[in-house]
C-alpha cells in the first residue's frame, strides 16, 4: 500500500500547488534533475496574475540576506524590512518557491518556518491568494539534504515522480529539443529509471546511484543539455560533440548517443519524404524509424501533414505511428491546426488504440 502512493505525478501536484498552495506549504521532494525547479515555471503559466518568486536557499547564507534592521524613530522601536524580493510592499499575490530547502543552514531555515507555516515575514501577512511551497532531494539520494522534525511538520511531504519518457518527449518538442535526443530516449527509456529500481548500479550505467561515483550521468535536465550540445554537433565537429556529451550524461549514454547520431546521417530529409512520399527510402531498422518520427515531429507543418502520413504510412510496424500520433496529439502548438486536417484525424483515429486514446 505504502508503494501504492510513493509518488505523485507532476500534473496532479501542479493542480495541488494551485489549489491548497495559498493554506498550506509543500515540501516537493524528488530525484536529480528532474525538473523540480522548473515547477515554478507551471505554476507562473496557470497563474498569471502571480508574480514568481524563485529564492535558490543554497545562495542563502543568513537570514540578513533575508531582512534587514531599521529603526523607528518615532515609536523608538526597531524593526525588520523584508527583501523587496518577496513582493509584501506590492500588495499582489506571489508565487514564493524555496528552492533547495535542505541544503540550507539550520538558521536560515528556521528564518523561513514563519513564511512556510503562517505565510508571513515577521508581523507582516502575504497576500491571501499567495502561494509558498519548498523544493529538496531524495534523503536517499545522499547529497545532504537534511531537515529536522520540527521543521517537517510545518509542511506537508510529497514525493514528485519522475517525468515519464513520453512526457519528456513532449516537453522536448515544446523547448526545441534535438530530434536524435528524443528518439534516443524512445529507445531507451531505462536512461530516466529510478535508482530506487535497481539494486546493483552495474545494471543501469546511464543513470544516478547512490552506491556508485559517477563523474556524469543521465537525468532529465542533462539530456536537455545534451539537446544543446546536439544542435551544435554540426560546427563544432563530433569529437568535441562526443567529449561534451561525456561530461554531460556519462560516456556511456553518450556513445550510444552519438551511434544513434551517424544513424540519423544516412535518413531520407525532409525534402525528399515531401517531394515523393510513395517513394522515399524506409529504414528497415525500428530505431531509424522512430527517430524519423521524433524528426518530423519538429517540421512538419499544415502544408506538409499530409505528405508525412502519407510516407509514415509505409512504415511496417506501428510503434512509431502510434508514437507520432500521441505527441502530436500533445503539442500544444500544432495539434489546433492537425485536428482540422482529415489526413491526421483519419490517422489518429485508426492508430490511437496503439496508446490509449
Same mark, same amino acid.
Given at each position: ?26 515540501? !516537493? ?63 499582489? /499575490? ?13 538558521? !536560515? ?18 497576500? /491571501? ?59 531507451? /527509456? ?126 511496417? !510496424? ?40
Amino acid at each position: 500500500m505504502q508503494d501504492l502512493y510513493r509518488n505523485i505525478k507532476r500534473a496532479d501536484l501542479v493542480k495541488s500547488l494551485i489549489t491548497l498552495g495559498n493554506e498550506i506549504s509543500f515540501l !516537493v521532494e524528488g530525484h536529480i534533475g528532474s525538473s523540480k525547479s522548473s515547477l515554478i515555471n507551471d505554476l507562473s503559466a496557470a497563474l498569471p496574475t502571480h508574480t514568481p518568486v524563485y529564492i535558490d536557499m543554497t545562495c542563502i547564507a543568513d537570514s540578513g540576506d533575508f531582512q534587514l534592521p531599521a529603526l523607528d524613530h518615532e515609536n523608538q522601536v526597531s524593526k525588520f524590512y523584508p527583501n523587496e524580493t518577496f513582493g509584501l510592499h506590492t500588495g499582489k /499575490p506571489m508565487i514564493i518557491m524555496f528552492d533547495e530547502l535542505g541544503k540550507t543552514s539550520q538558521s !536560515v531555515i528556521n528564518a523561513v518556518l514563519p513564511a512556510l507555516n503562517e505565510r508571513r515575514w515577521g508581523n507582516r501577512h502575504f497576500h /491571501p491568494d499567495t502561494i509558498v511551497f519548498a523544493t529538496t532531494n531524495l534523503g536517499s539520494e545522499r547529497v545532504d539534504d537534511i531537515l529536522k522534525p520540527h521543521v517537517v511538520n510545518r509542511i506537508t511531504r510529497v514525493r514528485m515522480a519522475k517525468p515519464t519518457t513520453q512526457e519528456y518527449i513532449a516537453y522536448g518538442q515544446q523547448h526545441n529539443s534535438h530530434p536524435v535526443v528524443d528518439a534516443w530516449v524512445d529507445r531507451n /527509456p531505462q536512461c530516466f529509471a529510478s535508482f530506487e529500481d535497481v539494486s546493483d548500479p552495474a545494471e543501469n550505467e546511464y543513470i544516478y546511484h547512490p552506491k556508485m561515483h559517477r563523474a556524469a550521468f543521465v537525468t532529465h535536465r542533462s539530456m536537455t543539455r545534451a539537446s544543446v550540445i546536439m544542435h551544435k554537433r554540426e560546427v563544432i565537429g563530433d569529437d568535441a560533440a562526443t567529449h561534451m556529451l561525456c561530461g554531460t550524461i556519462g560516456a556511456p549514454a553518450a556513445l550510444s548517443l552519438m551511434t544513434f547520431a551517424t544513424l540519423a546521417d544516412q535518413l531520407p530529409t525532409r525534402q525528399e519524404i515531401i517531394a515523393n512520399p510513395d517513394a522515399a527510402q524506409i529504414p528497415d531498422s525500428p530505431a531509424a524509424l522512430v527517430l524519423l518520427v521524433c524528426q518530423a515531429l519538429h517540421w512538419v507543418e499544415k502544408d506538409t501533414l499530409g505528405s508525412w502520413i502519407k510516407y509514415l504510412n509505409r512504415f511496417p !510496424v506501428n510503434e512509431p505511428k502510434a508514437l507520432f500520433a500521441l505527441q502530436l496529439t500533445h503539442n500544444k502548438g500544432k495539434i489546433g491546426w492537425a485536428s482540422k486536417t482529415k489526413a491526421f484525424t483519419d490517422f489518429n483515429r485508426h492508430y490511437a488504440h496503439l496508446y490509449g486514446a
